[in-house]
């Protein structure tokens, strides 16, 4: 597509339960990001793949926390028993390379609110 | 510290007015810069990459001082719709790892 299609846009959870949002790449970008936006307007960097593999994972909280990319499919982040601090705009980006000066195309994210 | 530094603001500026916001970044290996902008908590837009010559688009003009490590981001003859967040955002990549760093964002709110 030409676009990050993120997805669902908003996911309600009471704490305990699973969420698992989705996000599908533009076509032809090999690289995805995630990215957790707290309250606060911080951009906390979570993961990214070069296709199917985890490229950096040095922000991702092992414990609930485990994100994928399968070939043919979105790539999805799971939180396991979701926690009120979970509660966050999640957003997925994607880019061509990672070589300099490189956009990133972010999608409309998904806000998940945990009761 | 925070890898990338950006004064949180808000910056209230009338119509016309010009502003300036600097971003400051902690790594060294750093090597891309760019300046995002955010509206009302939907998605991030890239508003300019930051190249070491400086560069210029239309009203904004971003430069990079790599000896102080450090972006800036200038606004002239603001606009209302100028009113965001605006984010700095820093690229270091290893060969091996890559990651955009954000800055905490500066809000601009351009009033009549």
């Known amino acids: 597509g030409e676009e990050v299609a993120q997805t669902p846009k908003h996911l309600v959870r009471g704490e305990g339960q699973k969420a698992k949002l989705y996000c599908a790449p533009i076509?032809?970008?090999?690289?995805v990001f995630w990215y957790q936006q707290v309250l606060k307007n911080e951009f906390k960097f979570l993961i990214s793949f070069q296709n199917e593999n985890v490229f950096d994972e040095t922000g991702m909280p092992k414990e609930r926390f485990s994100a994928k990319c399968l070939p043919n499919s979105p790539c999805s982040l799971e939180i396991q028993a979701t926690k009120l601090e979970d509660s966050a705009v999640y957003f997925c980006?994607?880019?061509?390379?990672?070589?300099?000066?490189?956009?990133?195309?972010f999608g409309q994210g998904t806000r998940l609110t945990v009761v | 510290r925070k890898e990338v530094e950006q004064d949180p603001g808000p910056f209230n500026v009338p119509e016309g007015a010009t502003v300036a916001f600097n971003c400051t970044y902690s790594n060294s290996a750093s090597q891309s810069f760019f300046w995002y902008r955010q509206d009302c908590r939907k998605e991030p837009k890239l508003l300019m990459s930051?190249?070491?010559s400086g560069n210029e688009d239309g009203r904004f003009t971003a430069q990079l001082n790599r000896a102080s490590q450090y972006i800036s981001l200038l606004i002239r003859d603001s606009k209302l719709s100028d009113s965001a967040t605006y984010l700095c955002?820093?690229?270091?990549?290893?060969?091996?790892?890559?990651?955009?760093?954000f800055g905490t964002g500066t809000r601009l709110q351009v009033t009549l």
């Open positions: 076509k032809g970008h090999s690289y």
């Open positions: 980006a994607s880019s061509q390379h990672v070589r300099e000066n490189t956009e990133a195309f």
């Open positions: 930051v190249y070491s």
């Open positions: 955002v820093v690229i270091i990549y290893t060969g091996t790892a890559s990651k955009l760093t």
